[in-house]
C-alpha cells in the first residue's frame, strides 16, 4: 500500500513499543521515516530491525537542551517533513501520597513540556497541510488509581491536540491524539517488579472487553490513518484504541 507515498514522518522514540511498530507502518505505506530515541545503541538496533531502512537522531524529549537542536538534526536529513508522531514518554505511578516533587517533574517534562517544545521546534520544518499526532492513553479518562500525575500529562496532551489545531488552521496543519489502552510494551515491567507483571496483565485483561492486550502493531495502523490523507477531514480529535476499557 503507498498511504504515505512522498511523505515524510519523524517519530520520537521510535526505537521500541508503539513508535517502533508505527515506524515499520509508515514505510510499508511509503513514507520516508525518522525515528529519535535517547539512547545510541536502541537506535542502532531499530534500524538494524528495520532493514536499514530508517534514519536516526539521537535525542532525549526530557532535555531542552537536546529538543533545541531537534531541528537542525532533522533539517540536515530532511528539509520539509509532513508528518510528526509525539510518541515519546514515560508511565511512572504511585499513589499521591508517595509522589515527590522528582516523580512530578519528570513525567510532566518529558510527557507535556517535551512534547510541547518538540512541536514548537519543528513546525517551521512543516509543510503546510501536515499531520501531528500525540500519543495520549485511557488513563486520562478512566480515574486509575495511583496514576495521578501521569493521568494529568496525558490529559494535557488531549487539550493541546484541540487548541493547537485551532492555533495552526491557516496552514492546514491538523493536530490529533490516540488514547490507546493496555498495549503490549516493556512499560509493564516498569509499573511493578517483573514477578507482578502475570498478575497486574490479568487483572487489567478482566476489565478489558475484548478480553486482551492490544498490539503496538494496532495503534500503529491508527498513526497511519492520522498520518494519511484519509485524515484529511479530521483535526482536534482524539481516537480511543482501548477494546472498549474507557468506552464500554
Known amino acids: 500500500m503507498s498511504r504515505l507515498q512522498g511523505k515524510i514522518a519523524v517519530i520520537t522514540g521510535g526505537n521500541s513499543g508503539i513508535g517502533f511498530a508505527t515506524?515499520?507502518?509508515?514505510?510499508?505505506?511509503?513514507?520516508?521515516?525518522?525515528?529519535?530515541?535517547?539512547?545510541?545503541?536502541?537506535?542502532?538496533e531499530a534500524k538494524e530491525a528495520l532493514q536499514g531502512k530508517v534514519l536516526t537522531v539521537l535525542s532525549d524529549t526530557g532535555n531542552m537542551k537536546d529538543i533545541g537542536q531537534l531541528k537542525g538534526?532533522?533539517?540536515?536529513?530532511?528539509p520539509k517533513i509532513d508528518i510528526l508522531f509525539v510518541n515519546a514518554g514515560i508511565g511512572k505511578f504511585a499513589p499521591i501520597d508517595q509522589v515527590d516533587e522528582a516523580h512530578y517533574d519528570e513525567l510532566f517534562n518529558i510527557n507535556v513540556k517535551?512534547?510541547?517544545?518538540?512541536?514548537?521546534?519543528?513546525?517551521?520544518?512543516?509543510?503546510?497541510?501536515?499531520?501531528?499526532?500525540?500519543?495520549?492513553?485511557?488513563n486520562a479518562h478512566i480515574g486509575m488509581a495511583g496514576s495521578s500525575v501521569y493521568s494529568a500529562t496525558k490529559g494535557a496532551?488531549?487539550?493541546?491536540?484541540?487548541t493547537l489545531s485551532a492555533e495552526l488552521l491557516d496552514r492546514?496543519?491538523?493536530?490529533?491524539?490516540?488514547?490507546?489502552?493496555?498495549?503490549?510494551?516493556?512499560?509493564?515491567?516498569?509499573?511493578?517488579?517483573?514477578?507482578?507483571?502475570?498478575?497486574?496483565r490479568e487483572g487489567?485483561?478482566?476489565?478489558?472487553?475484548?478480553?486482551?492486550?492490544?498490539?503496538?502493531?494496532?495503534?500503529?495502523?491508527?498513526?497511519?490513518?492520522?498520518?494519511?490523507?484519509?485524515s484529511s477531514f479530521v483535526l482536534g480529535a482524539e481516537l480511543i484504541?482501548?477494546?472498549?476499557?474507557?468506552?464500554?
Do not use: C, H, W
Not at 538534526?73 to 530532511?78: D, M, P, V
Not at 496532551?157 to 484541540?162: E, F, K, N, Q, V
Open 73 to 78: 538534526k532533522i533539517e540536515s536529513l530532511a
Open 23 to 44: 515506524a515499520k507502518e509508515y514505510l510499508a505505506e511509503g513514507a520516508k521515516v525518522i525515528i529519535t530515541g535517547r539512547k545510541q545503541q536502541a537506535l542502532d
Open 172 to 200: 492546514r496543519i491538523r493536530v490529533n491524539v490516540i488514547s490507546p489502552g493496555p498495549v503490549t510494551t516493556p512499560i509493564l515491567g516498569k509499573i511493578v517488579p517483573q514477578e507482578q507483571v502475570s498478575q497486574l
Open 204 to 230: 487489567i485483561i478482566a476489565k478489558v472487553p475484548l478480553g486482551r492486550f492490544g498490539n503496538p502493531e494496532e495503534i500503529a495502523k491508527v498513526a497511519v490513518f492520522f498520518g494519511s490523507d484519509d
Open 114 to 138: 517535551g512534547a510541547y517544545f518538540t512541536i514548537q521546534q519543528l513546525l517551521p520544518l512543516f509543510n503546510d497541510s501536515g499531520s501531528i499526532i500525540l500519543n495520549a492513553s485511557i
Open 241 to 248: 484504541a482501548d477494546g472498549g476499557m474507557a468506552t464500554l
Open 157 to 162: 496532551l488531549i487539550t493541546m491536540a484541540r
